[in-house]
């Protein structure tokens, strides 16, 4: 497949995915996946699959994906994508289900090429109570590998019953009560203190890391919550590491102060970091401490372990988060909070020192854009981003940043908006320096609805340590609208 067509493709998907999201049908679904090779092409055996997925009224559906490496000695491998599918009843239990998805990525030096992956699938499901089970076959194909192969999966699918409405509402007549509420977003930084750990395939001793992530989190009434957060590597060793879990936390009310702890498990790898087949869990107790009514900080100790890798390490961290919703409800009484989420394809423009002095390629980057704006305020918003490569030669490299945004209307249906942002990048033979990356953007959105955004942009990434890249870039793509309760 040549460069233009993998561009085409991607690009094609995610403004598919996102033009169906003007359906009025609001349910979400998340789906766990398996997948187990049947050929034996590289030392990556199978991948885990986490996905939240969007279904309409007509049996269609689309959503983000997340494939990471989970059998053999690839963990490290991440590819993020958009999967489009559509589900057919065959009775009142049995369905079909078919999609395909285009996403890119790499890592774990599976991916020496462009990391560009197309994988279509077929399963048949069974409904149950609150969930549904399917099991089916896939084809695996990255460019720039020696994937390309048959694959046996199996999947776990089932309802967010997420508080939450396509478009920009302020109000809402349904009743949230029972459904699971976003409760709250956070940003930190970790700092992995490695404990007798070597690099992969190595006898070179790995050294201690700075992580920095975002983390969402949900719950109902009581005192449990559940997240999901990702993060990378942004300084000290294992330049290009990243990982993502997903956990659970008790908290223990002690006046306006909470004690904590919580168990997670996720994929790692990537950097040089022994993570083995990529499955890694993590234990953390810590305090959370107000600043104001809706923000705190979250300070806690913790041990993270590679399941069946070299890799353990003691882990403090910092996190800054900020309560969603109103904090002084009427009991009954609902609030809100706006959000948007892009979904595109950006391009880094080749200049000098976009790539490592040995690396043996050259030429432009495209990527995989997902970014999340919460809308703290009317025109000012809090955002998170994300990039995963599928053109120029950089099989693996990634970036994760998180910023501020500000909205300029024009008129009524165009908006500008220059964002910033700070974050760790890495892979691919990419000269991020370390990993630590600045990012400025000018964007242009023009709504087609009250849900839905057409957006292009551009600005300037760079490495904020000396001697790394320093690019131009473009984006373009579609902006889903949306609203949570609280």
Excluded at 45 to 62: A, E, P, T
Aim: proline share 2%; hydrophobic share 40%.
């Amino acid at each position: 497949m040549n460069k233009f067509q993998n561009y085409t493709l991607a690009l094609s998907s995610a403004l598919v995915a996102m033009s169906c999201s003007v359906s009025a049908d609001d349910d979400l679904e998340y789906r766990i996946s398996f997948d187990a090779f049947t050929q034996s092409e590289s030392t990556m055996k199978g991948m885990v699959g986490v996905s939240i997925l969007k279904r309409l009224d007509n049996g269609f559906y689309w959503g983000p994906t997340l494939y990471s490496a989970a059998l053999g000695d690839a963990g490290g491998l991440f590819i993020g994508g958009v999967e489009l599918g559509k589900t057919t009843d065959i009775s009142d239990n049995l369905f079909l289900d078919a999609n395909i998805y285009f996403g890119g990525g790499g890592g774990s030096g599976q991916i020496p090429g462009d990391g560009f992956m197309v994988r279509p699938r077929v399963a048949i499901g069974r409904k149950f109570d609150n969930f549904a089970l399917t099991g089916g076959v896939s084809w695996t194909k990255i460019s720039g590998s020696d994937i390309s192969t048959p694959g046996i999966e199996v999947a776990f699918m089932k309802p967010m019953n997420l508080a939450f409405s396509s478009g920009t509402s302020k109000s809402s007549s349904v009743d949230y009560s029972e459904k699971t509420k976003f409760n709250s977003i956070k940003f930190f930084g970790k700092y992995y203190n490695v404990m007798n750990s070597l690099k992969h395939n190595s006898t070179t001793p790995l050294t201690d890391m700075h992580i920095m992530g975002a983390e969402l989190t949900f719950s109902k009434d009581g005192p449990w919550e559940y997240f999901m957060d990702m993060s990378g590597a942004f300084g000290g060793d294992g330049e290009g590491y990243a990982e993502w879990f997903l956990g659970t936390r008790y908290y223990h009310n002690m006046g306006k102060t909470r004690l904590f702890a919580d168990v997670s498990m996720g994929l790692a790898g990537g950097g040089a970091v022994d993570t083995g087949k990529g499955f890694v869990a993590s234990a953390n107790a810590g305090i959370s401490l107000p600043i104001s009514k809706s923000v705190f900080i979250d300070t806690s100790i913790g041990y993270t372990s590679a399941l069946n890798g070299n890799f353990k390490a003691v882990s403090p961290m910092i996190k800054l988060g900020k309560r969603l919703g109103s904090t002084s409800n009427t009991s009954g009484s609902i609030s809100s909070n706006n959000w948007e989420l892009f979904v595109g394809v950006s391009h880094i423009f080749e200049n000098a020192h976009l790539r490592k002095p040995n690396a043996s390629n050259s030429g432009a980057l495209s990527l995989i854009t997902f970014q999340l704006n919460y809308m703290a305020g009317e025109k000012f918003y809090i955002t998170s981003l994300a990039h995963t490569i599928f053109d120029g030669n950089a099989g693996g490299f990634a970036i994760g940043a998180f910023g501020l945004g500000y909205k300029v209307p024009i008129s009524d249906r165009i908006t500008v908006s220059p964002e910033v942002f700070f974050g760790g990048a890495g892979g691919g033979a990419i000269n991020t320096q370390g990993g630590l990356i600045g990012i400025s953007k000018m964007n242009f959105d023009y709504d087609l609805s009250e849900k839905l955004a057409l957006r292009f942009g551009g600005g300037w990434m760079q490495s904020l340590r000396s001697g790394g890249m320093k690019s131009k870039t473009i984006e373009a793509g579609l902006k889903f609208k949306f609203t949570t309760f609280h």
